[in-house]
């Protein structure tokens, strides 16, 4: 919908018609609010997406598409199968997009993933040499003391581990579960 297409009809309101407005002020209101108008039907249409999408390899194909085209949000914008397919595609990109942010963000975050993953990728006599255990009592350990091949540890972490890790770190609430959202708990599951 544009001002030339609405003008006829608001010619017909006093309002419009005895309004003290410059022309131009009242074309910037009018824009204004198709343009919120157009928001308010785009997440309605987001929306409805999310409720047949439930998973990132959702494509487009599996949605009830006829169902779709008769939905309010896609009735008020004018959208018709090919439009609605671009503006599903855009919502998937930006969909993934902010999975992998939000699944980025939870890997830096979580120190024993960084941890064994920068150990396994480091040399140096420190790694490779060892690092001297804690002394413990005579009766405490099986040999006592002695050095640990931490580079021999970090390549035994395999990533079905570290996938185990961030598992129970969503499912009890540890400190980065707060990141992601149900999209990013279904990829994280799906590994």
Not at 110 to 131: H, M, T, Y
């Amino acid at each position: 919908m544009n001002w030339n297409d609405v003008l006829p009809q608001l010619r017909t309101d006093p309002r419009f018609r005895d309004s003290i407005l410059p022309r131009d002020q009242q074309l910037q209101l009018f824009q204004s609010h198709i343009a919120h108008l157009r928001q308010k039907h785009m997440t309605n249409l987001h929306n409805l997406f999310q409720v047949h999408s439930s998973s990132l390899a959702t494509s487009f194909s599996d949605l009830p598409v006829e169902s779709l085209l008769n939905c309010p949000p896609v009735t008020k914008i004018g959208l018709d199968i090919y439009q609605l397919e671009g503006e599903y595609d855009n919502w998937q990109r930006q969909r993934t997009t902010a999975a992998r942010a939000a699944f980025n963000e939870m890997l830096v975050e979580n120190s024993f993933i960084e941890f064994w993953g920068r150990l396994n990728k480091i040399g140096g006599e420190g790694v490779d040499g060892g690092v001297k255990a804690d002394e413990m009592g005579e009766d405490e350990g099986e040999g006592g003391g002695g050095t640990v091949d931490m580079k021999a540890l970090a390549k035994r972490v395999e990533l079905a581990e570290m996938v185990k890790v961030l598992k129970v770190c969503v499912n009890t609430g540890c400190r980065i579960a707060w990141l992601i959202g149900p999209v990013e708990r279904q990829a994280l599951y799906s590994i």
